[in-house]
């Protein structure tokens, strides 16, 4: 029986089971987005979005840092929410 028949024949079927995550550094994402370095950097240190510590560098997670962005949102102020104490000019109490 020839060995090198079956060597040439046997591949390696190398499955994976998640999809590699795509990295950037912080400055690259903020470039990615057009977004200021700081807000991004925040983010990072705050931990609201997805980061490794690469040594001294940040690598964002591209993809959950656009999942974030999508999913926040600001709500608008409802017209009964703004009130005069926190509108326009407002009397200042005397104390007598």
Known sequence: MNN???????????????????????????????????LVRQKVLS?????ISAGRRYLVNVDKFAEYLNSNKLSAPDKQDVSAEYTGIRPIPVKI
């Open 4 to 38: 090198t028949a079956f060597a040439v024949n046997c591949k390696p079927e190398i499955t994976v089971s998640r999809a590699v995550p795509r990295m950037e550094t912080i400055k690259n994402t903020a470039k990615l987005f057009g977004l200021p370095e700081h």
């Open 47 to 51: 931990g609201e979005v997805v980061a």
